[in-house]
Structure formats: C-alpha cells, structure tokens
C-alpha cells in the first residue's frame, strides 16, 4: 500500500492537438484572405498587417515580462490576434491606431483577464469595436481595390452602406463580391479565400461547422423574408450580397468559433449561431451602423455562460436533486 497514485479529473482522453498547432492551423487558413487583401489594396495592407502582428506579440511579451509570468508568445495566440484585427481594418487605417487597437486587444481584453482561455470576449473584435467608437470617420475610409493609397487614392461606400442607403454607388456583381473585388476591410472582400480557409479548418478538424452554418443560415432566412431590398435586383441576389459582403463570412468562420469565448455544447453552438444571425440581422436592419458582425459576436460572447448552463451535458451516474 506504499504506492500512490494521483488521479487528475476527467476527461483523461490524450490528443495530439495543442495551443500551438491550432493556432497554427488557424493562421495557415487565415493566409488566403490575407494573401487576397494584399493582392486587391497593395502595400499597405503588408504594413497594417505587419503593424498589428508585431504590436501584437511585442504587447503580450512586454506584459508578461514586466509582471514576471512565464511568456506566453510562443503559443501563436498573439499573431492569430493581431492577423484577425488587421483583417478587420480598411487599408487606410493610420498605423499608431493599428498599434493601439493591438495593445488594447492584447493587453485590456486579454491578459488582465489572466490571459489565453480567461477571457470572456473575442480580443481582435473587442479591439475592433474599441477602434470604431473611437475613430469613427478612419475605420469607415474604404478604398476601392487596385485603386492604391494615398493623395491618388478615392473613398468608396461599401455595398453595405449603399444597401442601407447611407452612400450611393454601384453595386458589384456577385461574382466580384465573391472573388473581392469591392470595397470593404482588408481580409473581408474575399468571400471565396474565406471558404478556402474554412474549408482547410474543417478538414483539420479545428473548428465545428455548426456556428458558422447555423449563423450564416440564419442571418440568410431572415434577411430574405424580412430585410429591406432596396435594390432592383431579386431578392436572392440581395440575400447574397449580403452575405458576401461586410465581415459575415469572415466573423461566421474565425471569431464566432473561437473556442474560448463560445460554447463547448453542440446545442450551445447551434443556439450561439442562431442569436448572432439574428443580431445581425437585426443591426443591419433595424440600426443606423451598416454591418453589425462584430457587436453581434461579442454581444454573443456575454451570454456563452448562460448559455453553457443550459446546455450541458449532465454526467452520466448524477444523482438526482430530489431523490
């Protein structure tokens, strides 16, 4: 009886997949949305992206070593923030918001809450949000592609904003708001490098299909039969416009599964992309703010406990409380 053993508590089921490697796999699907926002906006994508990255890591290095805990960069979580914020950027961002954007994310959002798997709200949008309360006007200056930057470069409304009626403008063909060829945030354009990556998690088996299916469908059937079509074109163009353009698709596949702030449960996950569709869709309507992905998600983020609750598998062998 001299032997004891110390058993941890459950699950005790042993996989290969670690921080690193999923957060690995994440910015590897990540590439094609970001090699396409720097084919469409040149250069200057590279610098917001390059910007937001490294303010990004050096933030967390910074932290970590002036309250002396062990660093923590080497789990690629901080490049994934910074990779989703700058994507989450119009290319004319000026740079020092890029790095205050990336700080706040870092440091407000995640690390004072104890760090990776403590906070209880996406970092990249937290800092988004953050970003457009602050400059309103810079996180709305969009760009058309191919159409560079600087004195030469000409504002352009989203479709979104034309949508809603907020800006005039042409409206693209589906097949540019496909492929990207619109204006709108650096990483968002690309509806198709978007899938490509979704695509890749999928196989890779590092996220669950059922939020991005049960938020895109969702937001699809009520802005169907319920948005306001404005347009002259069909109602199913419009649906698909919709869906293609903003930050639906690129929300519904890298911050809606993140796996910290949403739940663990099936059902939970269905139940968390059902209300960001609906949030969506009710910003989008019913709001004077165009998009509405971003508040949605993180509105989405605060109630993931409740919904947990309700959701939770009892464990098998529970007695009952009123036995």
């Known amino acids: 009886m001299d032997n004891k053993y110390i058993v941890s508590s459950s699950p005790h089921i042993k996989a290969k997949d670690t921080i690193s490697s999923i957060m690995r796999d994440v910015i590897i699907a990540l590439l094609p949305a970001t090699f396409a926002g720097v084919y469409f906006f040149g250069y200057r994508a590279i610098l917001v992206i390059l910007t937001s990255v490294a303010a990004s890591v050096l933030s967390e290095y910074l932290y970590r070593k002036a309250l002396k805990k062990p660093a923590s960069i080497g789990d690629l979580s901080a490049v994934v923030t910074g990779l989703l914020l700058a994507l989450n950027l119009p290319v ?16 407000i959002v995640k690390q004072l809450y104890g760090g990776l798997g403590k906070n209880f709200m996406n970092p990249a949008l937290a800092a988004r949000c953050f970003m ?15 159409m560079g930057y600087g004195a030469d470069a000409v ?5 979104l904003a034309i949508i809603k009626g907020v800006s005039q403008g042409a409206l693209p063909s589906l097949f540019d708001a496909f492929w990207g060829v619109k204006a709108g945030c650096i990483g968002e354009t690309s509806g198709a490098m978007i899938l490509l990556g979704f695509l890749y998690l999928l196989i890779k088996r590092t996220v669950d299909f059922r939020i991005p299916v ?16 404005n347009t002259e074109f069909s109602q199913g163009y419009f649906t698909l416009l919709h869906i293609l353009t903003g930050g639906l698709l690129l929300g519904a596949v890298f911050m809606a599964t993140d796996y910290v702030t949403t739940p663990t449960t099936h059902l939970g996950r269905i139940i968390f992309g059902i209300g960001c569709g609906f949030l969506t869709f009710a910003i989008r ?8 992905v971003s508040f949605s998600i993180l509105l989405m983020n605060l109630v ?9 598998i009892k464990p098998f062998g529970e007695v009952r409380k009123d036995a």
Do not use: H
């Open 304 to 312: 993931t406990p409740i919904i947990e609750r309700f959701t939770i």
């Open 92 to 107: 004319t961002i000026p740079l020092w918001m890029v790095i205050i954007g990336s700080v706040f994310a870092i440091i």
């Open 285 to 292: 309507k019913f709001g004077s703010y165009s998009e509405g």
């Open 214 to 229: 049960f938020y895109i469908a969702s937001f699809a059937i009520l802005i169907y039969f319920f948005g306001d079509n």
């Open 155 to 159: 504002s352009s409304a989203t479709p």
């Open 132 to 146: 457009t309360v602050s400059w309103a006007g810079c996180m709305t200056a969009f760009v058309n592609p191919f």
